[in-house]
């Protein structure tokens, strides 16, 4: 039995956030519920329809070349006017009508327009999603409040994983996307149910955090260049790990029997519950290092991640174990990437640019699944298996931490 006492303390916690900044944390929540199964289940769903892992890839790296144009007007607009409101209602009305597409598609043609809409949505909302934090959070430290917004996108990811993966396979095979059209819905809701008040407080909290933002920043930081090339292979793996990896699993490595659906969607579903429990800790806990220590660690991760994965393809028995721990270093690297990317980013542009540069940030997400999914299909049709994507993941990731290990922010 849950005690009383367990609700009000989580009631006081959840209190000392400012308003605003509860309200942009349940819109990433919701959309993360929503985009969940179908960032981590369509790549499935569709395999099972009789796509090809080519045709697949096509699908995300198209969805990601539209989501570049979208990402380059939302950030110009941002700059402009400096609000969330009409790009988050826009991006959920685009979401709804991928849902749809995605719902009626059984072919590659129609596949690929429900990813166009995708990524256009995509390319409209990030930008905004991630403007609003820094500006709604004053006097809470930014980083703190990218551990909070991130770690109720883990809370969210996770339930439309595991609940997309429920229906999928007992509903209905689509179900993930009807749950994201409910979810875009609700966000519109909330939208306009305080648009007023995000317009009102908006100017309001610019000024309040003016300093906490640099606002006077000109110039690009000189450490800009290889920021942006680590985030970029961050977000390349990422997308491999999302769309790469359960494919490899289910079709097998060298040596490796393939697992089941039914256990990918498992192995899949653990590592989101690890970044779901290790996302505010670890969060809480990179907010207190210097700026550039996230983007080390998460670089290490991964690599230590890639480099499991390549081996467990050479192994039987065991591979499933290293998969296990591969995942778990994926879940820290993660947690710790994504707060301290955002906040990273925010900081190194010129006060003029920020819109920019969180557009420039969540096409570096895009630019991950640029060519990455596409080649890494091709690998898988043509030799069964993934592992020289892996190694040559671990050996970038890297030699990146090493050029970045004695920067400072």
Do not use: H
């Amino acid at each position: 039995m849950i005690s009383p006492n367990s609700f009000q303390f989580s009631k006081n916690w959840w209190i000392q956030f400012p308003y605003l900044l509860r309200l942009i944390t349940k819109i990433r929540f919701y959309a993360a519920f929503g985009a969940g199964g179908v960032i981590y289940l369509t790549s499935l769903i569709f395999n099972n329809i009789g796509l090809s892992a080519t045709d697949i890839g096509l699908g995300f790296t198209i969805s990601a070349i539209i989501g570049t144009v979208t990402r380059l007007f939302t950030g110009k607009y941002l700059n402009k006017t400096g609000g969330i409101q009409f790009p988050i209602v826009t991006s959920s009305i685009l979401s709804i009508a991928a849902s749809l597409c995605l719902i009626f598609s059984r072919d590659t043609f129609s596949y690929i327009i429900g990813q166009s809409f995708v990524g256009a949505a995509a390319g409209i909302y990030w930008p905004a999603a991630e403007f609003g934090v820094p500006y709604f959070c004053y006097p809470i430290d930014t980083r703190k409040a990218y551990a909070l917004v991130r770690s109720s996108e883990a809370l969210g990811i996770f339930l439309g994983v595991f609940l997309g993966g429920v229906m999928t396979n007992f509903l209905y095979s689509k179900s993930i996307f009807i749950n994201d059209i409910f979810c875009m819905l609700f966000i519109t809701y909330l939208i306009s149910r305080n648009s007023s008040t995000i317009k009102r407080n908006l100017k309001n909290f610019q000024n309040k955090s003016l300093d906490l933002i640099n606002k006077r920043q000109l110039k690009w930081n000189k450490n800009s260049t290889i920021i942006i090339l680590s985030i970029l292979l961050i977000t390349t793996t990422l997308a491999l790990i999302q769309v790469t990896l359960p494919l490899d699993l289910v079709k097998g490595g060298v040596y490796r029997n393939a697992l089941s659906k039914e256990i990918t969607s498992l192995i899949i579903s653990i590592q989101l519950i690890l970044l779901l429990f290790l996302q505010w800790p670890v969060g809480s806990w990179i907010s207190k290092k210097e700026r550039l220590f996230g983007l080390k660690f998460s670089l290490i991760c991964f690599s230590f991640a890639s480099f499991l994965l390549f081996i467990s393809s050479y192994l039987d028995i065991p591979a499933f174990y290293l998969i296990s721990f591969s995942l778990i270093l994926v879940s820290l690297g993660t947690a710790s990437f994504l707060p301290t990317s955002t906040d990273v980013v925010f900081r190194i542009a010129p006060s003029s640019k920020k819109g920019f540069a969180l557009a420039l940030l969540s096409q570096c997400f895009a630019m991950g699944y640029f060519f990455g999914p596409f080649i890494s299909g091709r690998i898988l049709d043509l030799f069964g298996y993934a592992s020289i994507i892996w190694l040559s993941i671990s050996c970038a990731c890297f030699v990146i931490f090493a050029v970045l290990l004695k920067r400072l922010f």
